[in-house]
């Protein structure tokens, strides 16, 4: 007799445990909470908090990725003077030091043409980067490599253009990383 009064209190409690818990979550539940804040990241604000020094995207077809998605942001979407500067600055983080020792203002340029370009009213509304990975190769004892991106631009109700774009990339001794060189417009004729 004595287990069976002890098996019947615990399954007792058991039980008074649960209907306390239910009920504290009933009475949670439906008191209403104070305006919940929250804020949906913008693709303008995916690449404003982009951190290159902690985040570097792992791959030259990545940097290649993250150059075409700033750019189409920058060419159509809707942002502050801060945040242009601060997507620049991720434009800029991806390039080679070469490059940028050959074009001191980089940073403005890359301001003046996105000007342009949005007072002519272009877009880019689509990009495609090539999806197998580069093939490397060595010059001067740095690796390099190529990478194609197909960028559409768009110009008001013009229609669409396909530029085939082949980015030249090196990598980075002291990082590994892989910096945009330069890169031209391939005919869309080439193999």
Same mark, same amino acid.
């Given at each position: 007799?004595?287990? /069976?009064? *002890?098996? +019947?209190?615990?399954?007792?409690? *058991? %039980?008074?445990?649960?209907?306390? %818990?239910?009920?504290?979550?009933?009475?949670?539940?439906?008191? +209403?909470?104070?305006?919940?804040?929250?804020?949906?990241?913008? *693709?303008?604000?995916?690449?404003?908090?982009?951190? %290159?020094?902690?985040?570097?995207?792992?791959?030259?077809?990545? *940097?290649?990725?993250?150059?075409?998605?700033?750019?189409?942001?920058?060419?159509?979407?809707?942002?502050?003077?801060?945040?242009?500067? @601060?997507?620049? @600055?991720?434009?800029? /983080?991806?390039?080679?030091?070469?490059?940028?020792a050959n074009n001191s203002s980089f940073a403005?340029?890359?301001?003046?043409?996105?000007?342009?370009?949005?007072?002519?009213?272009?877009?880019?509304?689509?990009f495609v980067v090539q999806n197998k990975e580069?093939?490397?190769?060595?010059?001067? /004892?740095?690796?390099?490599?190529?990478?194609?991106? %197909?960028?559409?631009?768009?110009? @008001?109700?013009? /229609?669409?253009?396909?530029?085939?774009?082949?980015?030249?990339?090196?990598?980075?001794?002291?990082?590994?990383?892989?910096?945009?060189?330069?890169?031209?417009?391939?005919?869309?004729?080439?193999?």
């Open positions: 007799m004595k287990n /069976g009064a *002890v098996v +019947k209190a615990i399954v007792m409690s *058991v %039980l008074a445990a649960i209907v306390v %818990l239910g009920l504290y979550m009933v009475f949670t539940r439906s008191k +209403k909470a104070g305006p919940e804040e929250t804020y949906d990241i913008t *693709v303008v604000d995916e690449i404003t908090t982009t951190d %290159l020094e902690k985040n570097y995207p792992a791959s030259a077809r990545k *940097v290649v990725e993250l150059y075409a998605k700033t750019m189409k942001v920058l060419y159509k979407e809707q942002y502050s003077e801060a945040q242009e500067d @601060a997507m620049i @600055a991720v434009v800029q /983080g991806l390039m080679d030091e070469e490059l940028l403005q340029t890359i301001k003046n043409e996105v000007k342009e370009k949005r007072d002519g009213d272009y877009s880019i509304p689509a580069p093939k490397e190769v060595m010059v001067d /004892g740095r690796k390099m490599c190529n990478v194609e991106c %197909l960028i559409n631009v768009r110009h @008001a109700s013009n /229609g669409t253009a396909a530029n085939y774009y082949q980015f030249i990339l090196r990598r980075e001794k002291e990082t590994g990383n892989w910096k945009i060189l330069g890169w031209t417009i391939k005919d869309n004729n080439d193999d």
